[in-house]
Nanobody
Framework: QVQLVESGGGLVQAGGSLRLSCAAS????????MAWFRQAPGKEREFVAA????????NLASSVKGRFTISMDNAKNTVSLQMNSLKPEDTAVYYC??????????????????WGQGTQVTVSS
């Protein structure tokens, strides 16, 4: 059974940085995509960033371009999200997701079959 385990959330002041990581296990990962979504209280889950297993294809939401970077260590099946210049509006629960097939980096949460438990990111003003 596929498991996604996230780490790295926390509390940071505006302008600060955090790094999230997500390790996938319990499956055979050959061609796949991993992504980060976030959900703030009272809002829908929204796409943040995605990357193919090879690391060749990436996609970032316009709201985080220039501030966030997604990277993949495919030897460890681990995806990381480096978040710089954080803003209070980045406050949310961040979820890791896995699309266990294909190379197209999708932005819809419905395309992802497996999800992590979520990690809280809080940015104070």
């Amino acid at each position: 059974q596929v498991q996604l385990v996230e780490s790295g959330g926390g509390l940071v002041q505006a302008g600060g940085s955090l790094r999230l990581s997500c390790a996938a296990s319990g499956g055979t990962f050959n061609v796949y995509v991993m992504a980060w979504f976030r959900q703030a209280p009272g809002k829908e889950r929204e796409f943040v960033a995605a990357i193919s297993g090879s690391g060749v294809a990436t996609n970032l939401a316009s709201s985080v371009k220039g501030r966030f970077t997604i990277s993949m260590d495919n030897a460890k099946n681990t995806v990381s999200l480096q978040m710089n210049s954080l803003k209070p509006e980045d406050t949310a629960v961040y979820y890791c997701a896995l699309q266990p097939f294909g190379t197209v980096v999708q932005t819809s949460p419905h395309r992802y079959a497996n999800w992590g438990q979520g990690t809280q990111v809080t940015v104070s003003s």
